[in-house]
């Protein structure tokens, strides 16, 4: 038996953690909100999801055989320790209001690992702004928003994605914020879903990239202040998408000064 | 523990099978090549691979726990009826002197069954020139070759493909037939493999496609007349091309008069 | 000066043309759609493109400055003589009703001129399941539909490609046919535009791929009924993609026999 | 008559330069190598190009009708103000050296301008380590080296692109320094040139990619020791990539807060 894939689940956790609604309602009123936005994007989201969408993600994913560890910013090196990344086949990473406070250094690390050592990465939600995302994907990864609590339907584009596993022709979440094209990303390597939303917009939800011997993909669904993480057919995806991610143990990458193969006379 | 994923190894049978050997002879010399060339092509195939090539390839599958059955050209139905397809994960397909042969009613069966049911195919060497693959592809497939026993050396170029499991960065066959560019395809969806060959050229010899709900890989290696299925590195990519190509299991595809999900009014 | 892009534009002309009339709707009631169907698929239609399509975008393929010439179904050779292929740099292709009307001789002959000749080929709307692109696509080339008259958003999604010249970031067709996902045809090149449909559908509306020396535009507006081959944008995208897909006279595909480069002692 | 296109042909010319020679050879030789060596990429490169490499380039695009001026490392903001920027289309790119002395804000500046103002970028040779390149490519862009004057043969893949257009299906640099796989960057939207080296190697050396609304190019051939950029093949495909990276004035990318398109309600 081959041994269970190890999984790292990466949040931000700070809209969901009281110690640090002070610094999520400054932020979210510094960007202009109102003081009812900020209530919702603390208390709000802590109602959803009491201890944290990690633990509603890691909870799911040992459900499913993985071998599932969590980690946060707050904690010392982000909770992303080389021994952690030692142990660690797949990262998935949840962020929003404190990207800015990833440590460049962490950033660096991570990226080896995808670039370098062959980890996945699974980037959800508004972890598109992440400077993991940015920096792996080489532009802005700016996007649309609107939040109006409309339907999204998600169609799947590429029936024979493993990603696709299970799933039907298309699933709504009732209620999300709307990400719309543009979304400055690269072509992806793969489509596997493309997102309607009920205000007219479109939106490439499911986007899968190879970067040196690492894999990467982005999940759209999962707005912190409604219960997306806990609809089925959004746990299936982010189930299928760390099987498609483990590492393939393929080659190491030998770069540099190279002796000829054959006679060069 | 999911069931074992099935094989069907498919091959022409005809240039290994004394049976078949006065045709192939014909059919070599009125291409124009020698009488020696038409030996080399029947009786030293045979030398070869006595029990034909497919027998070869499902040993090994077989080894690695795959549920693996073989048919040929010569059966009834080329050895493709519904029941074997209905019992069919992954079609591997070699053919070379009597692609003509093969039956149009089972070429459009092996096709409707990748498209629509999503089961993989796996295309070995000169089978680029068979039915199946051309239709697939929608282009010539047509390549530059050359029979000169001279050495080919695969470079892995996409290192965090599951195909790529498990091998060196590079590996050689010491002495194979030429394949060149233009190789009359479309741009493969991933390209894993590109070759390098002692006489100066260059060729995508590991190609990865999707068609519908299945997924399709053509792999170059393999002349007839050379050990090549017998190449550890050769069999671990047929291996590991049969994992990925395994159906998905995603959303069938649904075409056809659509009511609308959202109120037009 | 550069020698204007010769377009040749070809239409079925069997909606539009009262001489097909009863072709047209007996061919509509024996799908099983009314008597008004089938007057809307005929004199509704020629109200709409009195002269035909084809004459609607010749008219202003010619403005562009384009060497523009039309050839229709019911013409000797389709209108694709040899001869007028030899004078056609890129060719745009409507059908619909009589798919099947089509000669195997002048698809092979149309196929051929893309993938070894370098012809540009643009199929608009239910030109995706003619016999020249099914062909050259490999898939089933169906999807879904609806007649409904609703609203069509296309987004586009790759704002450096040449086919998005001059276009705002979206455009409307305020009533159309829906065509939905899943759209069976291999991931394109470039994905240009994806479609928003109001009664909750998405559709991969404009794709580029290469064919062997040619290129190959696959855009989705122009339902028959309706006056969309009319419409600024329309028009628009139809001019950059003559621009795109006219030939780039790079090399010829030279197959077979291949002495070799080097030396192989 | 369309106005020409405007190109910046930017060089860091620090090999070329007896100004620059003493850092240059200081360079060299911290990194391991011979005196001699040192003299070779000074010295030797300035008899190859007495005025720069990038005289060399411009003089070949002012020759096609492009309106070109040049930019070095040395000038004030390396020669690319905004003022300059903004009068140009495409900008190509040679470094090696002094990759670290390019000013991290004219590499954000650089990025924005292809990124969201769709300015084009050709990459040359050892570019492929500049800042601007790692930054829009999000790997390390690492390779195989080995300088020991061998051949290489560069195969036209892609035979309908317009960076293929006047070559013939494989063109020769007699002595180059060699670059092998792995070559770290994403795979290319589009791959055009696939290498062959004497050595044994192959190199994806024409590489294709749209970044938001801006196009870059990736070609390999261009030592500086050797007279490469005179030769005509080499600069037929700078120039069909100055035409194909020009900008497509397709529409701006608006990001943000997005009122609903359709009704909510």
């Not at 909870?59 to 952690?84: C, I, K, N, Y």
């Not at 962490?106 to 980890?119: P, S």
């Not at 493993?162 to 979304?183: K, N």
């Not at 202040?225 to 998408?241: D, F, R, S, W």
């Amino acid at each position: 038996m081959s041994a269970p894939i190890r999984v790292t689940v990466w949040n931000e956790f700070w809209h969901e953690n009281p110690r640090r609604h002070a610094d999520v309602k400054s932020r979210v009123m510094n960007y202009g909100f109102s003081e009812d936005h900020a209530i919702r994007a603390t208390e709000g989201v802590q109602r959803v999801y009491r201890d944290g969408m990690h633990k509603v993600i890691a909870d799911h994913l040992s459900q499913q055989g993985f071998a599932v560890r969590v980690a946060t910013l707050d904690e010392p090196e982000h909770g992303l320790s080389d021994a952690v990344l030692d142990d660690t086949d797949v990262l998935t990473w949840w962020g929003h209001i404190a990207h800015d406070q990833v440590d460049d250094e962490i950033v660096d690390r991570v990226r080896e690992r995808v670039n370098m050592g062959g980890m996945g990465l699974i980037v959800l939600h508004s972890g598109h702004y992440s400077k993991i995302f940015k920096t792996l994907m080489g532009t802005t990864c700016m996007l649309k928003t609107r939040e109006a609590d409309e339907k999204e339907r998600l169609w799947v584009i590429e029936q024979g994605h493993p990603i696709a596993r299970g799933l039907p022709e298309y699933f709504e979440i009732p209620q999300t914020e709307m990400y719309g094209e543009p979304f400055d990303v690269p072509a992806p390597d793969t489509l596997v879903f493309v997102s309607w939303f009920q205000g007219g917009e479109v939106f490439r939800s499911g986007c899968c990239y190879h970067r040196g011997r690492g894999k990467v993909f982005y999940f759209r669904p999962g707005h912190e202040t409604l219960p997306i993480y806990y609809q089925p057919e959004v746990l299936q995806v982010i189930t299928n998408a760390v099987r498609w991610a483990a590492p393939a143990d393929g080659p190491e990458l030998i770069f540099g000064d190279h002796p000829p193969l054959e006679n060069l006379d």
